[in-house]
């Protein structure tokens, strides 16, 4: 993989590996957690620390080959003015963050499919995952 390459690589596995943690804690904490979390929102949860761990496997196999080749003191990313968006709710962080998971996901898929075709289709299946999740997360009743 070359360095441009590997770099966005990077960028992607810490936007969706960041962004799957926000959504896991929003379900978690958030205003259905115990005791009125509902039984299909503890389903909920159990499905996403599910889709974690199986993309933390993933993500663990590329960031050997992309850490080195992180530029994170110069990242264009770093600065302020790329955090413009407001957030209002518990609601609109979680689905931010499920847009940014999948968006990473889509990244991941077709930039490994030079490289890595074996862990492209993993990412594309991820990517489904989390449109299922997405759509039970925000559809979810309200205690």
Known sequence: ??????????????????????VED?????P???????PAQ???????RALRTKVGADVRVLRRQVIARRASET????ADRFDRTKRRSLDDVL?????R??????VLEELLKIDEPRLAVKFKAARFRLY???RRALAAPRP
């Open 95 to 99: 689905a931010a963050n499920f847009k």
């Open 132 to 134: 299922d999740l997405e």
């Open 75 to 78: 990242d264009p990313g770093r």
């Open 42 to 48: 503890r389903g909920l949860l159990r499905s996403i």
């Open 1 to 22: 993989m070359d360095s441009r390459t590997a770099r966005i690589v990077d960028v992607n596995l810490n936007r969706l590996t960041e962004g799957l943690k926000v």
């Open 32 to 38: 259905d957690s115990p005791p009125g979390r509902l």
């Open 101 to 106: 998971c999948e968006e990473s996901c889509r």
């Open 26 to 30: 929003v379900v978690r904490f958030g």
